[in-house]
C-alpha cells in the first residue's frame, strides 16, 4: 500500500491564526470518503476537511495488513452507490483501497485530506454556534486548533491503536522461549509463516480469513476457539456478475442489478434467521457439510450455541477454509486455553499444539465516538448516558453527526444513507436561516424506556457485550432507536421528519 501525501494547503494552523471550516469530517475510512463524496456533489460551496490520523486512507484497510485481508461482504453492496465496483465480488484490502484511490481522485478529494492529523478533544459554543477541536499533527508534534460548524464523524466503532488482547498464563514463557503471537490489527510486517507451526485464536471473521492465508505455505495452520462461528462459503465472482459482464453491459448497470441481487440475497437469509431460526441453522449446517472430510464433527466444530445472526456469519470465498482443512493443511480445535507453555498452547482438555506464532484473532475494543472528549459549553459529554437520534446524531450534542454501518449488512450501505441524510438535513437548516441543530427529547418522551446500546437477544458479539457500557443508549421509539435492518432503514431515513420535534433548531 501507498503512503498518501498530506494535502499540501493549508495544515491547520501553522500561521497561528485558527482556521475555520463550515463542515470537518473525522476520518479518511469508507465512511470519511463517502462524506467527501457527498458533500462535493450537494454543496460544492461548502468548505470541509478530512482529518485522519493515520498516514494513509483507507481505515480499516489501512489498518489490517494481515495475510489475506479480505471484504467478507460483496463488494457490490460493500462499494458506494455512486461508484460501479468492477472486481470480483469479494475483495481483497488492496482491491478496496485502490477503489478509494479512485473516488478521491474522481471527487477530488486529495486536497481537502489532512493525514496525521489526530482530533484530541471537541468542543462546543453555543453562543459562537461552532466547534473548536484540538488537532494533533503527527507530522510536526504540535496541538493545533481548528473551528467548524458542523462535525461529521466518521472515526469508525473500534480503537485503531489497541486491539482487544487478552490475558493468557504462561505468555512470557512462550516469548522467552522464541515464540512469537501477532495481533491481526497490528501486523509485523517482517513476519515469515513459511514452513512454520501456526495457531490461530479466535473464530471470527478475521480468522476465517487468516487461517486459509497462512496455511497456503505454513507447516500447519490450528485454529483454536473457544466458540465455534457459522461460516458460510459463497462464490469468489457471483455468476449474474460473469454473465452480464461477457454481454457487454453497463458497468453501473451490471453495479445496480448484483447489488440489488445481493440485498435481495441477504434480505432472504436474515429473515430465514430471525423468523425460522433452527430452519436457518440446519440451512447453514447442510451448506458446510459436503464442503468437509467425511465423518467431519460439524456440529463441534461450526454449530455455535447462538442463533444464526446473533453474531455475524464469517464468509469465506469459494470455501478456502473447508478446503485448507480437507487437504490437511489447517484444522480446529473446539476448547478453551489452560496455558501457554514453552512451546506452544495447552487446552484445558490437555491438548498440546505446538505453534512457532500464535495469532491472536480475538477482536476489537469498541470505541465511542473514538473516545474522543466532548464538552458542550464547558460542560464534558458523558456519551454512555446520552441517546442516539435513528443512529446518526446523539442526544445534547449539537452539530455532530456520526456514522455507524450495518452489523450484518455492508457497512457501506447505511454509510450512503447517513450521508444522504446529513445532507438533507444541512440543507433544512439552511434553508430555515438555523445555525444550530440538537437532538432533544420531546415532552412526548419523558416516559419512555431507555435501553442498552445494543439488545443481545439481536446481536451478542463479544466486542459489543465487552463494551456495552462505554456506549450511548437507546430509546423504545422512533426517532430514538437505532440498529434496524436496511430493508427498513432504506426507506425510512429518506423518509425521517426532520421536523418532528425531536431536533431542535436556533
Ligand atoms: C478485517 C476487517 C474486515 C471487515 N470486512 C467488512 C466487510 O466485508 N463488510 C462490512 O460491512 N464491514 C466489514 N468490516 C467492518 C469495517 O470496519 C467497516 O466496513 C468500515 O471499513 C468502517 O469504515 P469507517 O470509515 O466507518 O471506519 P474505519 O475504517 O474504522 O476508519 C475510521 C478512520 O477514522 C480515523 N480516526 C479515528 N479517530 C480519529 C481521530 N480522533 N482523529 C482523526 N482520525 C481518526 C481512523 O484512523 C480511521 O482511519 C471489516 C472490519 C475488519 C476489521
Known amino acids: 500500500m501507498t503512503i498518501t501525501e498530506n494535502a499540501p494547503a493549508g495544515a491547520a494552523s501553522e500561521s497561528g491564526a485558527v482556521e475555520h471550516v463550515d463542515v470537518v469530517v473525522i476520518g479518511a475510512g469508507v465512511s470519511g470518503i463517502d462524506a467527501g463524496h457527498h458533500l462535493r456533489e450537494r454543496f460544492p460551496d461548502k468548505s470541509f476537511v478530512i482529518l485522519e490520523k493515520m498516514p494513509g486512507r483507507g481505515g480499516t484497510w489501512w489498518t489490517h495488513r494481515f495475510p489475506g485481508a479480505r471484504s467478507d461482504s460483496d463488494l457490490f453492496t460493500y462499494g458506494y452507490a455512486h ?6 465480488s469479494i475483495a481483497t484490502s488492496e482491491e478496496i483501497t485502490n477503489y478509494l484511490d479512485e473516488v478521491i481522485e474522481e471527487d477530488d478529494l486529495k486536497a481537502a485530506i489532512r493525514y496525521r492529523h489526530e ?48 490475558e493468557w498464563p504462561g505468555t512470557e514463557r512462550y516469548i522467552a ?23 490461530v485464536i479466535g473464530s471470527g471473521a478475521t480468522a476465517a480469513t487468516v487461517v486459509p492465508a497462512m496455511a497456503e505455505k505454513a507447516a500447519h495452520v490450528t485454529m483454536l476457539q473457544r466458540t465455534p462461528t457459522f461460516v458460510a462459503a459463497v462464490p469468489k465472482t457471483h455468476e449474474l456478475a460473469v454473465q452480464l459482464r461477457a454481454l457487454d453491459i ?12 445481493y440485498i435481495e440475497q441477504f434480505n432472504e437469509l436474515t429473515r430465514m434467521c430471525l423468523e425460522t431460526p433452527d430452519e436457518a441453522r440446519e440451512f447453514l449446517l447442510g451448506e458446510m457439510r459436503p464442503l468437509l472430510p467425511e465423518g467431519y464433527d460439524v456440529e463441534k466444530h461450526f454449530n455455535p450455541s447462538y442463533r444464526p445472526w446473533q453474531q455475524r456469519i464469517a464468509v469465506v470465498p469459494d470455501g478456502d477454509i473447508f478446503t485448507a482443512i480437507s487437504e490437511g493443511r489447517a484444522s480446529v480445535v473446539t476448547d478453551t486455553i489452560d496455558t501457554f ?5 495447552r487446552t484445558s482438555s490437555g491438548e498440546e499444539l505446538e505453534a512457532d506464532i500464535v495469532v491472536s484473532a480475538t477482536g476489537f475494543n469498541l470505541s465511542a465516538l473514538g473516545d474522543i472528549p466532548f ?30 454501518g450495518y452489523f450484518r449488512h455492508s457497512w457501506t450501505l447505511r454509510a450512503d444513507l447517513v450521508s444522504d441524510l446529513v445532507c438533507r438535513l444541512l440543507a433544512h437548516m439552511e434553508a430555515k436561516g438555523a445555525t ?38 437507546q430509546g423504545d421509539r422512533a426517532p430514538w432507536t437505532h440498529m434496524h435492518e436496511y430493508a427498513e432503514e432504506r426507506h425510512t431515513l429518506p423518509a425521517a421528519d426532520l421536523d418532528d420535534g425531536s431536533l431542535q433548531y436556533r
Open 250 to 261: 453497463p458497468e453501473d448497470w451490471t453495479h445496480e442489478i448484483l447489488r440489488r441481487a
Open 119 to 166: 482530533v484530541t478533544a471537541a468542543s462546543w459554543s453555543s453562543s459562537e454556534h461552532r466547534w473548536t477541536l484540538d488537532v494533533l499533527r503527527g507530522d510536526t508534534g504540535e496541538t493545533v486548533q481548528m473551528t467548524c460548524d458542523f462535525l461529521w464523524m466518521c472515526q469508525g466503532y473500534y480503537n485503531h491503536q489497541d486491539p482487544y488482547r487478552p
Open 341 to 345: 507453555t514453552e512451546t506452544g498452547i
Open 177 to 199: 522461549n522464541g515464540g512469537v503471537i501477532a495481533h491481526p490489527q497490528t501486523w509485523p510486517e517482517d513476519l515469515d509463516w513459511e514452513g512454520k507451526r501456526v495457531v
Open 375 to 404: 464538552t458542550v459549553d464547558g460542560e464534558p459529554v458523558d456519551v454512555s448516558q446520552q441517546i442516539t437520534w435513528r443512529g446518526i446524531m446523539i442526544s445534547g450534542i449539537p452539530n455532530m453527526a456520526y456514522v455507524f
Open 83 to 88: 461508484k460501479p465496483w468492477r472486481g470480483p
Open 436 to 473: 444550530t441543530v440538537t437532538p432533544t427529547l420531546r415532552p412526548e418522551d419523558a416516559d419512555m424506556e431507555i435501553r442498552p446500546w445494543s439488545d443481545p437477544e439481536n446481536f451478542n458479539s463479544g466486542y459489543v457485550m465487552r463494551s456495552q457500557h462505554k456506549m450511548f443508549k
